[in-house]
């Protein structure tokens, strides 16, 4: 069973990959101060849902689909199990479609067509070497060390996106283009701020390994309010409020490129690759369980 040091890695792993290189554009989409709020609105709203969960999983323990079939009966896990296997199944895909493009950003950036394509089949064969042994393993306590890397490297490498954009608004200050609010594109920011928060159908996989589970509410509060929306609406306003409409859809490549630009690239790469497993999870436990079995998931 997973201790309390643990689940609080795995929850941040379980929130905090990629998606927050889309933030800083995601703010431009709405405004500094409209997407600040929004963006913490939303937090908010996830910890209330995922809480709830909580309190079903403690009246009926069991997966997600057990409890959509306990609320609205065999239509309603269907339509649970289906969404989180395709949901899961897009998130896995953009990390994967991330680590290449990131990697070959940072390692041949000016590469031909044949070239990059023959790059991205290598970084393809790498990648599978390391996700298909960890695939396998079905224990998130078992996946705490590759966790531990992944979550360093996100730091590290958010850590220097953020010195870079801090610097860069430091220099140039504020551009004139930064606006408060802009209510008629705040649907797409919407959008981008649920990819953020793409580490939910992790919850109950976590809290079930978890070993003092009367801890969760307080360890998940604490690294969700601090190291997830805190972390997370900083990046996002930071990088907006220092390039304005200039903004890169990929934050770090508004940057221009360096060895430390690569850096943050290869880094968030190998988070992305190492977080993968843990988020295949939900996915894999349904698909497989239908697949071997012909029933859900116990």
């Known amino acids: 069973d997973a201790s309390d040091t643990e689940v609080a890695i795995a929850i941040f792993k379980s929130f905090v990959a ?118 396998w393993v079905r224990n998130l306590s078992k996946l705490a060390l590759s966790n531990l890397v992944a979550n360093a490297c996100v730091l590290f490498g958010v850590g220097i996106s953020v010195v870079y954009l801090s610097r860069q608004l430091a220099m140039d200050g504020v551009p004139d283009d930064v606006v408060i609010a802009k209510p008629s594109t705040i649907a797409i920011f919407l959008g981008t701020t649920c990819y953020a928060f793409e580490g939910i159908p992790l919850v109950l996989p976590v809290y079930e390994s978890m070993r003092h589970k009367e801890n969760f509410s307080r360890v998940f509060s604490r690294v969700f309010w601090v190291g997830v929306a805190g972390l997370e609406t900083a990046y996002g306003l930071v990088g907006y409020l220092a390039f304005g409409e200039h903004i890169n859809p990929v934050s770090i490549l508004s940057i221009p490129l360096s060895p430390f630009t690569r850096t943050v690239l290869l880094l968030f790469s190998a988070a992305i690759v190492l977080g993968f497993p843990m988020m295949f999870v939900p996915a894999s436990r349904i698909f497989e369980s239908y697949l071997w079995t012909g029933v859900s998931p116990a």
């Open 18 to 135: 990629e998606g927050i290189m889309f933030l800083p554009a995601a703010f431009m989409n709405g405004g500094w101060l409209l997407s600040t709020v929004v963006m913490l609105g939303v937090a908010y709203a996830s910890k209330v849902g995922i809480f709830m969960l909580i309190e079903c999983y403690g009246v009926l323990p069991g997966t997600l689909g057990d409890i959509a079939q306990e609320a609205s009966g065999a239509v309603g896990r269907v339509a649970v199990e289906v969404s989180l296997v395709v949901s899961q199944f897009a998130v896995c895909c953009a990390m994967l479609i991330f680590v290449l493009r990131s990697a070959e950003a940072a390692i041949v950036p000016h590469a031909s067509a044949e070239e990059s394509h023959t790059f991205r089949l290598r970084c393809i064969g790498v990648s599978l070497l390391v996700l298909v042994p960890l695939n």
